[in-house]
Nanobody
Framework: QVQLVQSGGGLVQAGGSLRLSCAGS????????MGWFRQAPGEEREFVARISSTGANVYYQDAVKGRFTASRDNAKNMLYLQMNSLRPEDTAVYYC???????????WGQGTQVTVSS
């Protein structure tokens, strides 16, 4: 089992940057693929990025490609999402998640608010 605790987020002006962090517990952290999701008010939760267990492969939603970078440090049990060139439409609660297998996610962080002002 993995517990995920998120930090980072906050309020930033359009064009600015933020970094989200997700700390995982347990020695199995390095065996999980990890994902980032977000949920805007009144919207369904949507996929943002997925990073393989080793960090070698990363996949992004088209809307964030070239602006967001997902990375991980397995030695520290940490997952990151660097968000640059932020836009008001990026405003949402962001979640990290851990996946034991190729489909679905099994464990979720508590979520952190990101607000981008225009």
């Amino acid at each position: 089992q993995v517990q995920l605790v998120q930090s980072g987020g906050g309020l930033v002006q359009a064009g600015g940057s933020l970094r989200l962090s997700c700390a995982g517990s347990g020695r199995a952290f390095s065996t999980y693929a990890m994902g980032w999701f977000r949920q805007a008010p009144g919207e369904e939760r949507e996929f943002v990025a997925r990073i393989s267990s080793t960090g070698a492969n990363v996949y992004y939603q088209d809307a964030v490609k070239g602006r967001f970078t997902a990375s991980r440090d397995n030695a520290k049990n940490m997952l990151y999402l660097q968000m640059n060139s932020l836009r008001p439409e990026d405003t949402a609660v962001y979640y990290c998640a851990a996946a034991r297998g190729p489909e679905g996610y099994d464990y979720w962080g508590q979520g952190t608010q990101v607000t981008v002002s225009s």
